[in-house]
């Protein structure tokens, strides 16, 4: 191989791995948003807004247990947001994405989409990975204990 074929190869792979560093609003985009629209303002009869700062807000302590479980074990169940029902609909875990990746996702719903602080650390989203919160946990830590 030729030093510019080499340096070419190099180089491809640096800005191969810079894309592959995405933001949690790509990643959000290219994984979530099928099913809870764009910038997660949800698909009415599909997916629920994830624009709903009064449930982050309520949820308060137990806000990145609730987020970290539902990326990690998924979702089903009758679920009442911002005055419209959800039901039939199963949200399938997306535990097949990294935990670094599901850090940024949930930081950016929590941070940019509803402007509050905070979000799960790496280390409850592998914890969940390993054992994974039951739907009827989720609906529990939903309505608020
Ligand atoms: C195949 C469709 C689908 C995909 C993909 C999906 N979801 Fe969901 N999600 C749903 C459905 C449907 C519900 C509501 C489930 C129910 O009715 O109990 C839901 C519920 C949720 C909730 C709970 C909302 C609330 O009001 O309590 C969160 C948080 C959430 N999803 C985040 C995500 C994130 C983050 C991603 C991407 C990593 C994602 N979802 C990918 C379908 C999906």
């Not at 592959?20 to 099913?35: D, H």
């Not at 911002?82 to 990294?98: D, H, R, V, W």
Request: hydrophobic share 35%; charged share 15%.
């Amino acid at each position: 191989m030729n030093k510019r074929v080499s340096l070419a190869l190099i180089v491809g792979c640096m800005l191969s791995g810079a894309a592959a560093a995405q933001t949690g609003q790509e990643l959000f985009t290219a994984n979530c948003s099928g099913c809870h629209g764009a910038d997660a303002h949800g698909i009415e009869g599909l997916a629920p807004s994830l624009h709903n700062p009064d449930l982050w807000t309520k949820l308060g302590a137990h806000r990145d247990n609730y987020i970290a479980g539902v990326v990690t074990g998924g979702m089903s169940g009758k679920i009442e947001s911002l005055g419209k029902t959800y039901q039939g609909f199963a949200m399938p875990p997306q535990s097949f994405l990294s935990s670094a990746d599901l850090v940024q996702i949930t930081h950016y719903i929590i941070d940019d989409v509803n402007q509050l602080k905070g979000g799960p650390s790496e280390a409850l989203i592998d914890q969940y990975k390993q054992k994974p919160l039951t739907h009827g946990e989720l609906h529990k830590l939903r309505s608020g204990g």
